[in-house]
Antibody, heavy 115, light 108 residues
Framework: EVQLVQSGAEVKKPGESLKISCKGS????????IGWVRQMPGKGLEWMGI????????RYSPSFQGQVTISADKSISTAYLQWSSLKASDTAMYYC????????WGQGTLVTVSS | EIVLTQSPGTLSLSPGERATLSCRAS???????LAWYQQKPGQAPRLLIY???SRATGIPDRFSGSGSGTDFTLTISRLEPEDFAVYYC?????????FGGGTKVEIK
């Protein structure tokens, strides 16, 4: 069974750093793109970027380029989304997804940034 | 960047009725790489349709997708109570992949 299991909810202060994770199982992790999708409270879905764990090829949405870093460790079938300095506007649910069209979704990681 | 515009924003219908949702792209979506998702409150979205018209695994046949180029449609032939939700289209033909703003299907 294909699963994407994300790390738990986070509460952070503005300016802090954060790295959340997404562990894939039940399929060949290096053979599918893994992406990240943001959903701010009460809002729609936003595509942030994707990575191909097989060769670490990474693409970003212009809206998120330079704001976040997407990475993957294929030895442990895990993808990451990280921030070096969080803002209150980063408060959102973040989903990891598999593929170009997203046939599997993680359960979501709620990130709350508040002073 | 391809901008996807979904209409209407909200669709008020009764169970048993037919729902027609539109997704229009600002430029042609290559190879009909267009997907549709359903999201219910408190849940992650679920893939319904990919490749503009192929149903994902386990999706009932009352859901169908059509279209090509810049105009795409999701049709729910007869609404079931569990179909009232928000629906998003997404293109994956060119990076950055983008989502539409969503259509909420609510009970009339």
């Amino acid at each position: 069974e294909v699963q994407l299991v994300q790390s738990g909810a986070e509460v952070k202060k503005p300016g802090e750093s954060l790295k959340i994770s997404c562990k894939g199982s039940g399929y060949s992790f290096t053979s599918y793109w893994i992406g990240w999708v943001r959903q701010m409270p009460g809002k729609g879905l936003e595509w942030m970027g994707i990575i191909y764990p097989g060769d670490s090829d990474t693409r970003y949405s212009p809206s998120f380029q330079g704001q976040v870093t997407i990475s993957a460790d294929k030895s442990i079938s895990t993808a990451y989304l990280q921030w070096s300095s969080l803002k209150a506007s980063d408060t959102a649910m973040y989903y990891c997804v598999r593929g170009g069209y997203f046939d599997y979704w993680g359960q979501g990681t709620l990130v709350t940034v508040s002073s | 960047e391809i901008v996807l515009t979904q209409s209407p924003g909200t669709l008020s219908l009764s169970p048993g009725e037919r729902a027609t949702l539109s997704c229009r792209a600002s430029q042609s979506v290559s190879s009909s790489y267009l997907a549709w998702y359903q999201q219910k409150p408190g849940q992650a979205p679920r893939l319904l349709i990919y490749g503009a018209s192929s149903r994902a695994t386990g999706i009932p046949d009352r859901f169908s997708g059509s279209g090509s180029g810049t105009d795409f449609t999701l049709t729910i032939s007869r609404l079931e109570p569990e179909d009232f939700a928000v629906y998003y289209c997404q293109q994956y033909g060119s990076s950055p992949f983008t989502f539409g703003g969503g259509t909420k299907v609510e009970i009339k």
